[in-house]
């Protein structure tokens, strides 16, 4: 999903917007890199100090934003590089930050991310069963595919091959993305049994899935499936019919 350009900040967030690219930037105060803002994590600041990690960013109040990996948090919080970070921006040392924040922060990555499935699956936009999908995608109708982490590389092929030929993809590398989740995470938070490979139906609904989906591959330290809020390669001659 795009975001305006000028996109104002949430108030006294810590954050720059760069001009360049075709969204709003937001600079990670650890590293002091400027990445995406669905790419960056949003750490909100309550009125007295306590730090928790915001994953869809919409808490209000302060905020800052951080784009580095688990092990980095961690290592950020052992050292107290973090807090002085922290400290530096908001001009306080009277912050509260928990131990476990970037065990906090993953749970809430993990949950915004099948927050959103759900939604998408309430919505009829979410594609189950290795049947349909495989249908589905061979006929061009699916403008995302994912799969369980555990899900067998065989069963996956398949399926990629499905959506390159209804992508009119063939020869390419268009595959679908390995969630960072395994078939029991998906199946449970979706209320269906074996849950192993997933698409959705439409741009909409990829790009929607696409932000969560992001920011918990960046604080993983996995590969980054989605390029500019948006799902795979799709060929520009397939994203006409979807």
Known sequence: ?????????????????????????RRC?????NAARDELLRLAVSPDGHVLPDANAKA??????????????????????????????????????PADLAERAQQALTRALLDRLGLEMRAGKLILGSDRIANDARMGKIAALYHAADA????SRKLDQAFRVGSDAEGTGLAGIRLPLDRAALSVALGRDNVV??????????????IPLRRLQTF???????????????????????
């Open 152 to 155: 067998s590389d065989d069963g």
């Open 220 to 242: 993983l330290g996995g590969p980054v499936a989605v390029t500019g809020g948006e799902p795979a390669l799709i060929p520009e001659q397939a994203r006409d019919r979807l």
């Open 29 to 33: 105060v650890l590293s002091g890199r």
């Open 60 to 97: 209000p109040g302060r905020g800052a934003w951080i784009g580095v990996t688990r092990a980095e948090l961690e290592g950020a919080l052992a050292n107290g590089k973090l807090k002085g970070a922290l400290a530096r921006a908001f001009k306080t040392g009277a912050l509260e930050i």
């Open 1 to 25: 999903m795009r975001n305006p350009r000028n996109e104002p900040l949430a108030d006294h967030d810590i954050a720059e917007v760069s001009g360049a690219g075709d969204g709003p930037e």
């Open 197 to 210: 490979h997933l698409a959705l139906a439409d741009r909409q609904s990829a790009e929607r899935v696409a």
